[in-house]
């Protein structure tokens, strides 16, 4: 196993490490203003939610690797210290893209990507009316990591109002994973997208616990047909089925066609002889 000690190596190749292990992040087009009401817009992959009561969210403008310089956005929130942040989906990652290039200070990125600005009505900065959801947020605490090239600034905010496009909503009025297609950030120039062709489940864990991967029987533990993830699957169960169980590659082999779809319960159907 290759083995790093992140001082052992330089800024540039510790975030390239970083970055391509730590992925898919989601992306927060950001958007601020300075206080001559001057907007930016940025996105950032140093971005999740934190909290639910209060509804808390971090994003984190780091300082530049190659010449340890800061954002716009971070010195827009230290000025004013309210943002909106919109999520990404795969109909406009590339105009996203464009926005993160590095304008002159009190350049409108908004302008620059042809995305499209709408008032927010509690914060000063502008919705963005591409994004399917829209968080307007209050900035909370600004909190510097360090002042070398690389270290992060945690932008700790609390959402005070969220909108969003009716058209991601289901028949019950729900956020539509499969809908909103939204893409998430990787290493290098890499991104992933998360629509229904490749969107797939997990059950939950049992709240009365499932019996553990210790007890399943050692045929179907020694099986070469079950992967890691079928073994999982099949000790999310309440109660082990009575009885003995197949070891033949074909049972196990229609039982992994099942859970391929979630079925455990007709998994353990057809293991029992």
């Known amino acids: 196993m290759k083995t790093i000690i992140p001082s052992d190596i330089s800024a540039v190749q510790l975030q390239q490490v970083m970055q391509t292990a730590i992925a898919p992040r989601p992306i927060a087009l950001a958007s601020t203003l300075n206080k001559k009401g001057e907007i930016n817009l940025s996105p950032f992959s140093f971005f999740n939610m934190f909290s639910t009561v209060p509804p808390i969210v971090i994003i984190s403008p780091s300082r530049r690797v190659r010449d340890n310089t800061t954002k716009h956005t971070l010195e827009n929130l230290q000025e004013v210290p309210e943002l909106v942040i919109g999520n990404v989906n795969f109909d406009m990652v590339q105009q996203v893209s464009l926005a993160s290039t590095e304008y002159e200070d009190g350049v409108n990125e908004f302008i620059k990507s042809g995305l499209t600005m709408k008032p927010a009505d509690f914060v000063k900065p502008p919705l963005i009316a591409e994004s399917p959801v829209n968080f307007e947020c209050k900035v909370l605490e600004i909190k510097s990591l360090g002042e070398m090239g690389g270290a992060g600034n945690l932008v700790i905010a609390e959402i005070i109002k969220i909108h969003i496009n009716e058209k991601y909503l289901d028949e019950a009025g729900n956020l539509d994973q499969k809908q909103l297609d939204l893409v998430a950030r990787l290493g290098s120039n890499f991104y992933s997208r998360n629509n229904g062709n490749n969107l797939f489940e997990v059950p939950k864990p049992l709240v009365t616990k499932g ?63």
């Open 211 to 273: 019996i553990g991967y210790d007890q399943l029987p050692d045929v179907i533990k020694q099986s070469d047909i079950f992967t890691g993830n079928d073994l999982g699957m099949l000790a999310n169960i309440e109660i082990l089925p009575k009885g003995d169980f197949s070891g033949e590659k074909d049972v196990h082999l229609s039982a992994q066609q099942f859970l391929k779809n979630n079925e455990i319960e007709k998994a353990w159907g057809i293991l029992k002889l």
